[in-house]
């Protein structure tokens, strides 16, 4: 069965700082992974996914993740965080011939401005 | 592209009656819908997975009975909760996955449903 693991819960930072939110996997073959994010008040978003090649993602608002075949991990990243970045994140990963998509614990972002 | 519509979006109801929620894929053909259940300060959890013209797959621990899931068209799959009662209030959250080309590996999400039973 695959799991997906989110290692922080919550996580505080004011602006202009760097993010890094974790995510890792179990799974026994190719991986589609995905990060979604969900605002306050609104549904989930596409942030970035991966399903093959450059393990290193771009996605919109400026956010990227790296794929680590090795360490089963694809943790997100933004440099440099908004307020308006403040939502949840969410790690999802799907077996790449299959349909569940199954999500980590989430991670909350509160960003001060 | 690929916007997904859930309605209603709030609904409150009475124990023992029974609330239907649609999910609508609006400018894409679903070949297949999942409904997913979030509780506050959770992640979602799937529910099941319905596939056009054919009965849905559920997820083990997921009453068949209480949750019925159609989905008689590419566009449409609604959920049932027959028999509600307080424990399922809940955020009900539904995606559509489409049958090509890019939209056949991700998953597009309606903006949910908050389900309040009295």
């Known amino acids: 069965a695959q799991s997906v693991s989110q290692h922080n819960h919550h996580v505080i930072l004011s602006e202009a700082a760097s993010l890094e939110l974790g995510c890792n996997y179990s799974?026994?073959?190719?991986?589609?992974l995905f990060w979604y994010v969900q605002y306050p008040g609104q549904h989930l978003q596409l942030l970035l996914k991966?399903?093959?090649?450059?393990?290193l993602v771009k996605g919109i608002k400026g956010f990227e993740a790296e794929f680590i075949k090795s360490k089963f991990s694809f943790n997100l990243r933004k440099p440099s965080v908004q307020w308006s970045d403040t939502a949840e994140y969410f790690c999802a990963v799907k077996g790449a011939a299959g349909n569940k998509l199954t999500f980590g614990g989430g991670t909350r972002v509160l960003v001060k401005p | 592209g690929a916007v997904v519509s859930q309605h209603p979006s709030r609904v409150i109801c009475k124990s023992g009656t029974s609330v239907k929620i649609e999910c609508r894929s609006l400018d894409f053909q679903a070949t297949t819908m999942f409904w997913y259940r979030q509780f506050p300060k959770q992640s979602l959890m799937l529910m099941a997975t319905?596939?056009?013209?054919?009965?849905?797959?559920?997820e083990q621990g997921v009453e068949k009975d209480k949750f019925l899931i159609n989905h008689a068209s590419l566009t449409l799959s609604t959920l049932t909760v027959t028999s509600a009662h307080p424990e399922d209030s809940s955020f009900y959250i539904c995606?559509?996955?489409?049958?090509?080309?890019?939209?056949?590996?991700?998953?597009?999400f309606g903006p949910g449903t908050r389900l309040t039973v009295l």
């Open positions: 799974y026994g073959g190719t991986v589609n």
């Open positions: 995606s559509a996955r489409g049958g090509q080309g890019q939209s056949y590996n991700e998953q597009f």
């Open positions: 991966y399903f093959s090649g450059d393990p």
């Open positions: 319905s596939n056009e013209g054919s009965k849905a797959t559920y």
